[in-house]
């Protein structure tokens, strides 16, 4: 038996409905094993592990600290799917 595609809606306005397909993301599989081959170094060589420098932590406070982030903007189609077969759908009008 196949699994149903599964869909979900979003009203973006009152004449305005969003319909797209729910895409199941997999793991990446190299950033799996990469984050696995840090847990195993950590536990096999746990005097290597270092506290974050004080001199860095700052300089990359400065790097990122005129960063604005508006985590309520709308990403491009090109940001939110893989392949534009899964983006979404706009359905509605004026």
């Known amino acids: 038996m196949r699994a149903k595609p599964k869909v979900e809606s979003t009203l973006?306005?009152?004449?305005?409905?969003?319909?797209?397909?729910t895409v199941r993301r997999e793991p990446d599989?190299?950033?799996v094993r990469f984050l696995?081959?840090?847990?195993?170094?950590?536990?096999?060589?746990?005097?290597?592990?270092?506290?974050?420098?004080?001199?860095?932590?700052?300089?990359?406070?400065?790097?990122?600290?005129?960063t604005q982030v508006d985590l309520d903007a709308t990403l491009s189609d090109a940001d939110q799917c893989d392949s534009p077969a899964s983006g979404p759908l706009v359905a509605g009008g004026a």
Do not use: G, H, N
């Open 36 to 66: 696995a081959f840090l847990a195993r170094d950590m536990v096999r060589r746990p005097a290597r592990q270092k506290a974050l420098d004080k001199t860095l932590a700052q300089r990359i406070r400065a790097l990122v600290s005129d």
């Open 29 to 31: 599989p190299a950033l």
């Open 12 to 21: 973006a306005d009152r004449c305005q409905t969003i319909i797209s397909k």
